[in-house]
Every structure is written in structure tokens, then in C-alpha cells.
């Protein structure tokens, strides 16, 4: 699948246009300030329902926009075709379209377009807080998996119930309630987490190998509750901790990973671009594991290769070369062939 068509109105600086795409490479350069990051945030938007920059909606509207549109065209290569849109106003909630009807939850609608996005300060996945590796790893898992992003909704709308009680200090019928519905949820994400981590491990370690060929990198999922463990039992055990801090402690919303280099913790001991190619390699291993689900991704990439070598960034394009379609932003074009767009002032222009 490829993207074949944008259309962008009211959307941060970017004038109202509509712009058709090579299924191989689009290069988008310019200068600073123009757009360019805008056009990558429109497509991640159309894809996924909301921007990699902000959760407020609010400010990807242009100056003095009252609401933005996007809308797009997918294409196969067996010609099959796919229509999609997001609509926002301050007025109304969001509201998303795919084939003309509309989907009532962006959870619905996110990963009917498989992006992979690579941007320049990726290394906060390496380096950040559990909070950032967890939220790369369910968005992974997600552009793969409908049923678990169904499962990971279910799993957080029922742990603001407990929380809630717990906060009110509910009873331990009340919990025990809403902790057996949390156990099955629980159960069900851990299973499909390692599932998929098996494959993206082995994806990761291939592709660190390629950009850091004298380290060792490995590795290592750290879950908050083991495999052992029985988790309605650990539920039960915790319950009189938790209603002091009015929130569950313990559960897969609470698991990490982490990356070792030469058997130490990277985001320790690594230096800045040993965490930058790092956090390279889990974006890419991230698009491999969707390849090799069949789902051919949608990279893009906003001036990744800014801090990388000559020989790094020579590999990053070998590695992504005909494995899917790119969309690449820089102040300069990157010497790819591929369908060109000049950025300037928000205005898009085929060149």
C-alpha cells in the first residue's frame, strides 16, 4: 500500500492544496520554517489519526483557521483503492472517515496506513523515560494488530475505572470486580507483546548490527508483573498500597525495555549517537517486523541523516530502498531518485 494523494486545508502553515505522490520516494526540501515538517505531520495524521508532535488538536490548526481537513488516497499494487479523512474543529470533536463512512474512535481508525516515522530527536526512546519506550511499543504493535489496539483501549478504560475506586477508596467487592476484568486484559496484551517482540528483537539486532558493527546490542524486556506471576493475586496484594496512592502500581502499563551495549545500559553508557543510531535501528526494526507481516510501510523521515555519517546515512537509504514508499524532509534534497517538492511558506510545489 502507498500513499497517492493528499489533500490539506487549514492545516498548520500549509496552504490549501492537493498533492499527488511517487509510490517510491518523495523528497521534500526547503528552507527552514517552510512546511516541511508540517507535510510529514499531515500524512502521519491522515495515517494514524493524531500528530507525532502534539496531542493538543488545537494547535495543528493554521492562523485563522476554524477547522482542518486532510484527506487521502491509497493505492495497492493490484490497483486496489482506499479513501480516508480527518476532520477537526474546536467546536466538534474529531471526526474520521475511511471508504466514505465514518469510524466513531481514532483506535478504530488508526493503522489503516502503515507509517513508520523517523525523526531527528528519535533518541528519547533510547534515552527518556519507560513512558516513551512503552508508547513506541504499543504504537509498533498497533499498526500491525487491530485486535490489540481494541484490547489496549479496553485495557486503559478499565484501569481509570479502578483507579477511580481506588482513589474513593472503593471496596474490595467493587475491586474485585474490575480487577478480574483487568487480569484477562492483562493477560491477552502480555501474550501478544511477546509475540511480537520475539520477531521485532530479532529485526533490531539485525539492523544494529548494521550501524554499530564493533558493539554488541541486545535486547531486554523488563515486565512489571513476571511471567509467573498470577496477576488477579498480585492485584489482591497490592490493593491496600494502592488505595494510599490512588492508582495501580502494578500491570503492563508499567513495563519497559531496555538496550544493552556491550552487556550495559545504553541510555547510561552510550554516548549521544550511539543512543541516535540505537533508536535508528528500533524505528527501522519497527518497519521491518511490519514488512514481514506483510504490510509494506510508509516511512517518514524528517532529516534523520542530518547527524549521521557518510557511510550511515548511505546505509539508511540501502535499507529502506524498495521496501516501501518514502517521504523524506530536509533543507536539501538527499541524492535519491524519487518525485521532488519544493517547501516554501507553506506552499508545495512539484519540481
Known amino acids: 500500500m502507498w500513499l497517492a494523494e493528499l489533500a490539506v486545508s487549514g492545516f498548520r502553515n500549509l496552504a490549501e492544496q492537493r498533492l499527488e505522490f511517487d509510490p517510491r520516494a518523495n523528497l521534500i526540501f526547503g528552507p ?4 516541511k515538517t508540517n507535510l510529514l505531520e499531515a500524512v502521519a495524521v491522515l495515517a494514524s489519526g493524531r500528530s507525532f508532535r502534539t496531542l493538543q488538536d488545537s494547535q495543528l490548526l493554521g492562523f485563522e483557521a476554524t477547522h482542518f481537513r486532510i484527506a487521502g488516497k491509497a493505492k495497492s499494487s493490484k490497483d486496489k483503492e482506499w479513501s480516508a479523512r480527518v476532520y477537526f474543529s474546536p467546536a ?3 471526526h474520521y472517515f475511511f471508504d466514505r463512512r465514518e469510524i466513531a474512535k481514532r483506535s478504530l ?4 496506513l502503515p507509517v513508520s516515522v523517523f525523526l531527528l530527536d528519535d533518541r528519547r526512546v533510547v534515552a527518556g523515560p519507560p513512558a516513551q519506550r512503552r508508547a513506541f511499543l504499543d504504537d509498533a504493535i498497533g499498526k500491525v494488530s487491530r485486535t490489540y489496539r481494541f484490547l489496549l483501549a479496553e485495557f486503559r478504560r478499565v484501569l481509570l475505572q479502578r483507579n477511580a475506586l481506588l482513589s474513593r477508596n472503593g471496596s474490595d467487592a467493587e475491586l474485585r470486580v474490575w480487577d478480574k476484568r483487568l487480569a484477562e486484559l492483562a493477560g491477552e496484551i502480555r ?3 511477546s509475540e511480537y517482540w520475539q520477531n521485532f528483537k530479532t529485526h533490531f539486532e539485525q539492523m544494529s548490527r548494521c550501524f554499530l558493527p564493533a558493539d554488541e546490542i541486545r ?6 508483573v513476571g511471567g509467573k506471576e498470577n496477576y488477579l493475586e498480585v492485584l489482591a496484594r497490592s490493593r491496600e498500597t494502592e488505595r494510599q496512592v490512588g492508582y495501580t502500581r502494578r500491570g503492563p502499563h508499567r513495563d519497559d525495555f531496555r538496550i544493552l ?3 550495559r545500559p545504553l541510555r547510561v553508557f552510550g554516548s549521544h549517537g550511539e543512543e541516535r ?3 535508528l535501528a528500533l524505528a527501522l526494526a519497527e518497519a521491518e517486523t511490519a514488512l514481514a507481516s506483510g504490510r509494506r510501510p510508509i516511512y517518514l523521515m524528517d532529516d534523520v541523516a542530518a547527524e549521521l555519517d557518510d557511510r550511515n546515512t548511505r546505509l539508511l537509504f540501502d535499507l ?3 521496501k516501501g514508499q518514502l517521504f523524506y524532509a530536509s533543507a536539501r534534497p538527499p541524492a535519491v531518485e524519487g518525485r521532488r517538492f519544493h517547501v516554501r511558506q507553506g506552499k508545495i510545489r512539484p519540481v
Do not use: D, Q, V
Open 277 to 279: 543510531l540505537a533508536a
Open 32 to 35: 527552514n520554517g517552510g512546511g
Open 219 to 224: 535486547l531486554g524486556y523488563l515486565p512489571n
Open 109 to 112: 481508525y488508526a493503522g489503516w
Open 261 to 263: 551495549l556491550n552487556s
Open 320 to 322: 529502506i530502498r524498495s
Open 92 to 94: 466538534e470533536r474529531k
Open 191 to 193: 501474550w501478544r507483546r
